[in-house]
């Protein structure tokens, strides 16, 4: 069944997020339930590319009426590989939890299932993050982004260069800004290029194909310049078609192809009972 006023829930998790071992404080635990629950309730999770489809050529008739989308931010080896976090043991990867999910359901089940994984482009920057996030073990390496891709489960797209972060030092910033973690405040041509161009390069020679056409804006800031003046002429060019926030809507046929909006878990929902909300709102 399709429906051509289509209305399509994007669900992002972040694999760094691990601070219990619960549905409420686990990433890991709430994509994997949050799974089941999507499939039990009836709901189809399609591709973003299928979706990027629907809302660039208006093909919503293409899209199943209960639709979502997953996507993952930041692009942790937490998304690829099972690692134990601290006091909370082993955590099952993300691209795992779908295999698994495929393993007890069948292909048939849902045979669109993937998600997109978001990736910081600068490995100086990353090599800083890992440090100043994740205990500096490593865990922001690209070496699974190409197998990833390949594979199919996780597809791999720009999330930035240096993410803005405010942890990194002076030497590895665009600019001495005191508000550098405020990715809000990109703004010309040159710098947009730095954040942009710059990864869209980095990330074809790493994967050795063209990136997901999707960016996703860290912290879910949107440059007005970014999003209303740089996408716009040059998006497409760099083989980039839509960009995501982190505006809490689902994505519709009125929605802007240069802010489409995304659900956060944890912020938007924090139950199986709050996302059965979102999806049904």
């Known amino acids: 069944m399709t429906s051509l006023t289509a209305r399509v829930p994007v669900l992002t998790y972040h694999s760094n997020n691990v601070d219990g071992t619960d549905y409420p404080t686990n990433d890991h635990i709430g994509l994997a339930e949050d799974l089941e629950l999507i499939h039990q309730a009836g709901y189809r999770?399609?591709?973003?590319?299928r979706l990027i489809q629907a809302v660039i050529f208006a093909e919503w008739h293409t899209v199943p009426a209960r639709s979502v989308v997953i996507t993952l931010d930041d692009g942790s080896l937490f998304d690829w590989k099972d690692l134990s976090y601290r006091d909370f043991g082993t955590q099952r990867s993300m691209v795992n939890i779908l295999r698994d999910f495929r393993s007890r359901h069948g292909h048939d089940a849902q045979p669109e299932l993937q998600a997109t994984s978001f990736v910081i482009g600068s490995p100086k920057a990353r090599q800083v993050l890992e440090t100043s996030c994740l205990l500096g073990q490593g865990w922001m390496s690209d070496e699974w982004w190409r197998m990833a891709h390949q594979e199919g489960l996780l597809r791999i797209a720009n999330h930035s260069w240096d993410h803005r972060h405010e942890s990194l030092p002076?030497?590895?910033?665009?600019?001495?800004?005191?508000?550098?973690g405020q990715f809000a405040d990109v703004e010309g041509q040159h710098e947009c290029d730095w954040q942009i161009r710059q990864t869209q390069k980095y990330l074809t020679r790493i994967l050795g194909d063209s990136p997901a056409p999707a960016f996703a804006y860290p912290f879910g800031h949107v440059p007005d310049y970014l999003a209303d003046n740089y996408f716009p002429a040059n998006g497409?060019?760099?083989?980039?078609?839509?960009?995501?926030?982190?505006e809490a809507a689902p994505v519709t046929s009125s929605s802007s192809r240069w802010r489409l909006p995304r659900y956060v878990f944890r912020r938007d929902w924090q139950s199986p009972d709050e996302l059965m909300k979102i999806l049904k709102s």
């Open 170 to 180: 002076p030497k590895l910033k665009y600019s001495d800004s005191a508000q550098y």
């Open 45 to 49: 999770v399609i591709s973003l590319e």
């Open 236 to 246: 497409e060019k760099l083989g980039l078609l839509i960009a995501m926030t982190t």
